[in-house]
């Protein structure tokens, strides 16, 4: 909740923000999936045993997850430009800052349904003891949770669930700046296929001044990138996220991602000279007024075909 | 010799999510994956509608490395819900092999 900090966010309320950490987990996620790639088909993983045991008394995770602050820092400005997103289209929210808990979008995908169940009853109770009616959500994997599955698990569920994108574009907020540059976007499998979040961002997007180059593979027909079995396969992960970056970079050198996962998998993967940001930060630029321009963004597009036809490589 | 388990047949048909009996094992499933695993999902579901146990937990890394990304359902011409269906295959293994869960 170090993001929300200054920011004057009232707690709770009938309409609330809610990350589900997923953001904010991030860099530890990274640093464990690399630290775990290291070791993948080598045989300290026979010893692993031992460190399930020995994790009972000291937490060794907790080293194999250790981040940089800077790293911490960009994800939080990611949250802090949403919120600012939010307020400049005249949206009234709280947030339940400490009490927000984790949705359990990982135990439900890897089906480990009982704790699941326990931990989307505990959600549930949450938003119902602070009286919580409407659900902004961040990421897809939180929306999806929200919006789609808890319904099929809990009997007394009745939250109105928006991911902030969605309720941006039902706002269409004036934009401040033109932003006039070229973007890939690389959709998300969840919003696509999951939860038809597909015009909104483009929406947003054009709005503010953006060619969109959409990869052959995009919109409901999107490639995964990888993440979700980076913790179990992380070498396969990285193939699937080469795969993708290669796709993306095919049709750009600015690519724009809009959940979390999707965004640390492509940086991971990415080719020399791609720059890889959330979609919120080319958003808060257009339609917040005093915001900056994304550091560094390509105001021309500039494509790998292209600079190869240029040099006569390709026809 | 394979060997059909009716136990592991009721379990699935009990979990009342797993269904697969629409396949048509057309095989654009198997086209599409992005894991590029030429096992999922169509031959797994055989396994699981004939009730052959053994060789579904010969394949437990197949299954927990579905990247449950939707391109294959979505694009299912027999509507089969690929994705529940292998949440289903990775709840039972994680009562049946790894204790996870009450069984």
């Not at chain 1, 290291?38 to 692993?48: A, G, L, M, P």
């Not at chain 1, 929210?93 to 989307?120: M, N, P, W």
């Not at chain 1, 640390?264 to 080319?282: M, Q, W």
């Not at chain 2, 579904?56 to 994705?83: F, G, Q, T």
Request: proline letters at 4%; glycine letters at 6%.
């Amino acid at each position: 909740m170090a993001w929300a900090r200054g920011l004057d966010i009232p707690f709770g309320g009938e309409t609330v923000l809610y990350t589900g950490h997923m953001y904010q987990l991030i860099p530890s996620i990274t640093t464990m999936a690399t630290s775990l790639e290291r070791f993948e088909n080598s045989w300290i993983t026979r010893f692993f045993a031992i460190g399930r045991v020995l994790n009972r008394a000291i937490n060794i995770s907790r080293f194999m997850a250790l981040t940089h602050q800077p790293e911490k820092r960009a994800y939080n400005t990611i949250l802090r430009n949403i919120t600012r997103l939010l307020r400049a289209s005249g949206v009234d929210f709280g947030y339940l800052f400490a009490e927000e808990l984790y949705s359990g979008a990982l135990l439900h995908d890897q089906g480990v349904d009982e704790v699941f169940t326990t931990q989307a009853r505990r959600v549930s109770a949450l938003l119902q003891k602070n009286g919580v009616r409407q659900v902004i959500t961040v990421d897809p994997h939180t929306t999806n949770m929200f919006r789609s599955v808890y319904r099929t698990v809990l009997n007394e569920y009745r939250v109105e669930v928006k991911s902030y994108l969605e309720l941006l574009a039902e706002r269409d907020p004036d934009c401040v700046r033109q932003l006039d540059l070229d973007l890939v976007i690389h959709d998300s499998c969840i919003y696509a296929r999951y939860e038809e979040v597909v015009d909104q961002p483009r929406e947003l997007l054009r709005k503010a001044g953006v060619r969109i180059h959409d990869p052959e593979l995009s919109g409901r027909l999107t490639h995964c990138c990888g993440g979700p079995i980076e913790s179990l396969f992380p070498g396969k992960a990285q193939e699937i996220a080469n795969k993708r970056t290669e796709q993306l970079a095919d049709c750009g050198d600015s690519v724009t991602t809009m959940c979390p996962i999707c965004m640390a998998n492509i940086k991971r993967a990415s080719i020399r000279g791609l720059k890889v940001r959330d979609i919120s930060e080319y958003l808060v630029a257009a339609y917040c007024p005093g915001a900056s321009r994304p550091q560094g963004y390509a105001r021309n597009h500039s494509s790998r075909k292209n600079q190869f036809r240029e040099r006569g490589l390709v026809s | 010799m394979m060997k059909v388990n009716p136990d592991f047949l009721e379990a699935t048909k009990l979990a009342d999510r797993f269904n697969a009996s629409a396949c048509i094992n057309c095989g654009s499933c198997t086209a599409l994956c992005p894991m590029g695993i030429n096992l999922l999902p169509r031959r797994l579901f055989r396994y699981v509608l004939m009730g052959l146990e053994r060789k579904v937990l010969e394949n437990i890394p197949s299954i927990y490395s579905c990247l449950l990304c939707k391109m294959c359902e979505d694009n299912c011409p027999a509507e089969v819900p690929i994705v529940e269906n292998i949440r289903v295959l990775r709840t039972y293994v994680n009562k049946k092999w790894y204790g996870l869960e009450r069984s």
